[in-house]
């Protein structure tokens, strides 16, 4: 398994474990100190440092967990199709990733 794809295994576990337990705190520790979150296609956002995002998802956790659908590379970024586990049948979106060092650097949601 390649760095990417055990960085993407180890992001949905971790977000996962979060929407189960309600701490995200394993989950942040992928994303860089400085990471960028945006989201298209929802009212929130956009959040800068680990610690905005924290805060963002303490204030309104997500509800659902994630399935990884498919995965590929475009200009450096890397784009991966997901679900929300209770329509897995549904392409609910796409995160666009740019991966620095092993963590997510910036992420772009689009829902």
Known sequence: MDATSRL?????????????TGDFRSWLQLLTPDVHMTFRGAPVGPYTGRAAVAAAYQRQPPDDEIELLDTHEKDGTVVVGYSWLKTPWVRSGEMHMKIEDGLVAAIEIHV
Do not use: M, P, S
Not at 8 to 20: A, C, P, Q, S, T
């Open 8 to 20: 993407l295994k180890d992001y949905v576990e971790r977000f996962n474990r979060g929407v189960e």
